[in-house]
């Protein structure tokens, strides 16, 4: 039995998931609120009759009489019936997207809007402002070419990863520009992909099937099951892709030294069968979550490379075709582990445990036609194994009396690289300067920590991440390389609400950029009979400061800083001393290049129409010394994009986006702009069921990349066309069964939870 309920009060306590709740009195409203987890306290006046609406989406209204004349309540279970009208209302609407400002970060809504529907994850990482990808879906955000992408808590290694996420069940996705010392020194950047946890209770299947056409017709397969059962959450996703394209790219090299030159046209067919599945399983605990994810893929990939190569010296002209049949099969696993909970609302501890195992294997075919009597046949073999874990806890205190944030943190991370390359010359012999076999480890350990202070209206924060790197490396034909060193990387910020309309911010991190396995092997790697490539075991990583101050007014953001990259490494040319015409390109440090930066957000909305506007404007400051020559890096770079979105009808939405991309002077290359612009309609039908999206990309064919490269002796001009103007056109069917879900409501007069 429960208290006696008094006529000046009663006090009611309701334990279910999610509701919104009306107290009508003499039908007047006269307490409402919505509400998470069903625990909140709230006050009635008495000696009159009440009348309790609860609501939940998917579910017809309940309504409850309250007596307050002092009568005496036992518990009450409540049922809530299904509505069948309404079983796929949390699938999507056509609603449009919303990009909000938080302090230094974007944050993307995904859910429910027409994003949803888009085919890839790629082309909603898109929308977000001043992000790119570049042909091999590698992203980049104004100037900084880290991105850490971080699906809920765990770090993704490889783009095909992402491959496996639905934009079905994304929440929302968040661009940290400026990522403080909770993250990973190498993170320039963080993107965070947010799933969706409040899924409905029940049984949710999705069928999604995804048909690019452009100069080849690619395929995408997508189920999707999703079993919510007393909050515990069990999901598999699978994706089947068959992508088929074609890219052309032309180098043109000139010897300035002794006149020779070198016309190389590449025409690239690719194909490619991918399998990605994901499957995991979230447990809710009080004030927490247990969750646990295995994710896999594979891709098969048989490309084929046709090169037409006129070499020229003096008044001798020649030309050699080259015909290259690379054969690709990587295996990819990832477990992934993650303990969350929350004490008195003002703890908070998470752990996580990620395990991946990647291999790698490749067979190459080389044929190359010098004549009709004259032709060679190579074979590169390649097998490489990576294996990698990381172990990271996290804990943060509230002190709420002072408005005082205390966080720190450790992590380990261990990653070993296997690899064994294999050069077979014309069927004859193995071929020493292009076989290798490198063993590579590297051992970080991490610690952070983290102090946030609130003064009235400004937030301050400080931050200290020190990590201590340890990288051992075996080459079958070269030196052992061992080195060890401890970096410090210190960040500071401040957020400024001067009003409710104008903001703010400074911010101030430090990075590192360690060069990769490749780059640090000092093999030699054929690509053609005139071109060479080799690495650097003495490579240094890139340390970079970076110093920005922003200002918000309303829904538009300026933000200027300086970026300051010590040891930047920067490609060179050389010339073979024991080959001539041969070219060898490698990568080395620079003492330091320094850039200027700004950038502009504005977002404009209206009823039935959304624009978000971002531009960029970088200006590199160095002077590289580069064969007794002194060069100048003073070209700037642009990038504007815009994204439009338009609501038709209802379940209809279009949009339009353009982007202009000059990236300027990097290094010791020129690039010429490239223009993109896209259009797309998506729309529901048969009650949400039937979702259709398509989108014709790049539809005037202008997305190119060009730039003019002068590397001492060496003039190169390079071409790059990718198969980027396609048409694609994404269906899916959503079907849902649920059940009824069972509330109960009881008097309680013990603590207060929460208030109306």
Same mark, same amino acid.
């Given at each position: 039995?429960? !208290? ?39 006050? %009635? ?7 309790? *609406? ?8 309940k309504i409850i009489d309250i007596d307050g004349n002092g009568s005496t309540m036992d518990a009450l279970i409540c049922y809530m019936k299904k509505k069948t009208i309404d079983l796929d209302e949390i699938v999507v609407t056509a609603l449009k997207p919303k990009i909000s400002i938080k302090n230094n970060s974007y944050i993307l809504s995904v859910d429910k809007t027409y994003l949803s529907n888009e085919a890839s994850i790629n082309n909603v990482i898109t929308k977000l402002p001043f992000v790119l990808l570049d042909s091999n879906n590698k992203i980049s955000i104004s100037g900084k070419n880290n991105v850490v992408v971080y699906i809920n808590n765990r770090k993704v290694l490889y783009t095909h990863e992402l491959e496996v996420v639905s934009p079905a ?75 088929? $394209? ?35 399983? &979230? ?51 990832? %477990? ?104 590579? *480890?590297?051992?970080? !350990? ?31 034909? /070269? ?23 104008? *903001? ?123 064969? $007794? ?12 994009? /815009?994204?439009? &979105? ?16 000059? %990236? ?6 020129? *690039? ?85």
């Amino acid at each position: 039995m429960f !208290p006696v309920i008094f006529w000046k009060i009663a006090v009611l306590k309701f334990v279910i998931d999610y509701f919104n709740i009306e107290i009508i009195t003499d039908s007047t409203v006269v307490l409402q609120g919505s509400f998470v987890d069903g625990k909140f306290t709230f006050k %009635l006046p008495g000696q009159k009759k009440h009348r309790l *609406k609860i609501s939940s989406m998917g579910y017809e209204d309940k309504i409850i009489d309250i007596d307050g004349n002092g009568s005496t309540m036992d518990a009450l279970i409540c049922y809530m019936k299904k509505k069948t009208i309404d079983l796929d209302e949390i699938v999507v609407t056509a609603l449009k997207p919303k990009i909000s400002i938080k302090n230094n970060s974007y944050i993307l809504s995904v859910d429910k809007t027409y994003l949803s529907n888009e085919a890839s994850i790629n082309n909603v990482i898109t929308k977000l402002p001043f992000v790119l990808l570049d042909s091999n879906n590698k992203i980049s955000i104004s100037g900084k070419n880290n991105v850490v992408v971080y699906i809920n808590n765990r770090k993704v290694l490889y783009t095909h990863e992402l491959e496996v996420v639905s934009p079905a069940n994304i929440k929302d996705i968040q661009l940290i520009s400026n990522p403080g010392s909770q993250y990973d020194a190498d993170a320039d950047a963080v993107i965070i992909i947010n799933t969706k946890t409040n899924k409905q209770e029940g049984l949710e299947l999705s069928l999604k099937t995804t048909e690019t056409i452009s100069n080849a017709f690619s395929c995408n397969i997508n189920p999707n099951i999703n079993i919510n059962y007393e909050k515990i959450n069990l999901y598999l996703d699978y994706v089947y892709s068959n992508n088929k $394209g074609k890219s052309t790219e032309n180098t043109l090299t000139n010897n300035l030294s002794n006149g020779y030159k070198n016309n190389i046209y590449n025409n690239g067919y690719y194909k490619s069968n991918n399998h990605a599945y994901t499957i995991g399983v &979230d447990f809710p605990i009080k004030k927490g979550r247990l969750a646990f994810q295995l994710l896999g893929w594979n891709n098969r990939a048989k490309p084929e490379i046709n090169i037409n190569n006129f070499y020229i010296k003096g008044m001798q002209e020649s030309t050699i075709k080259t015909n290259r049949r690379p054969l690709s099969d990587e295996d990819h696993y990832d %477990l992934s582990l993650l303990y969350e909970k929350e004490y008195l609302d003002i703890h908070k501890f998470n752990s996580s445990f990620n395990y991946t195992l990647h291999n790698n294997n490749s067979k190459e075919k080389i044929t190359e036609y010098y004549s009709q009597d004259n032709i060679l046949n190579h074979k590169y073999d390649f097998s490489g194994k990576n294996k990698a874990f990381d172990y990271q806890i996290n804990y943060s205190l509230l002190i709420k009396k002072i408005e005082l944030r205390l966080a720190m943190g450790t992590k380990i991370s261990y990653i070993s690289n296997n690899s064994d390359s294999r050069f077979l010359e014309n069927n004859i012999g193995w071929n020493n300067n292009f076989t290798y076999k490198c063993d590579f *480890k590297e051992f970080i !350990p991490a610690f952070f920590s983290n102090i946030e202070k609130k003064i009235n209206n400004i937030d301050l924060f400080a931050g200290l991440r020190i990590e201590n790197t340890h990288f051992k490396g075996n080459h079958a034909y /070269t030196q052992v390389i061992d080195t060890t060193y401890i970096n410090f990387f210190p960040s500071l910020g401040l957020n400024w609400a001067v009003n409710k309309n104008n *903001k703010i911010n400074f911010n101030y991190t430090r990075k590192i950029s360690r060069p990769s396995f490749n780059n640090l092997s000092p093999n030699i790697r054929y690509d053609n009979v005139f071109f060479y490539r080799q690495g650097n075991p003495y490579l240094l990583p890139t340390i970079t400061d970076d110093l920005s101050l922003s200002y918000s007014f309303k829904s538009i953001r300026l933000n200027a800083g300086y970026r300051h990259k010590k040891n930047a490494t920067i490609y060179n040319y050389y010339q073979d001393t024991n080959n001539e015409g041969v070219t060898i390109v490698r990568l080395n440090n620079h003492k330091s290049i320094k850039f200027a930066y700004a950038n502009v957000f504005y977002l404009f909305k209206s009823k039935n129409f959304t624009s978000s506007n971002s531009f960029i404007f970088t200006k590199p400051f160095a002077e590289l010394a580069f064969n $007794g020559k002194k060069i100048k890096l003073v070209r700037p770079a642009y990038y504007f994009k /815009t994204s439009n &979105d338009f609501t038709l009808l209802k379940n209809i939405s279009f949009y339009i986006d353009f982007l202009y991309n000059n %990236l300027g002077e990097t290094l010791l290359e020129k *690039k010429e702009g490239m223009y993109n612009l896209s259009i797309g309609i998506s729309g529901s039908f048969f009650d949400k069921k039937l979702i259709l999206n398509i989108v014709a990309n790049d539809i005037l064919n202008t997305y190119k990349f060009k730039d003019h490269r002068l590397y001492g002796i060496y003039d190169v001009i390079h071409e790059y066309f990718p198969d980027n103007t396609y048409v694609q056109i994404n269906a899916r069917y959503n079907f849902s069964l649920g059940k009824l879900r069972r509330f109960k409501v009881q008097n309680n007069n013990s603590s207060i939870i929460r208030r109306l």
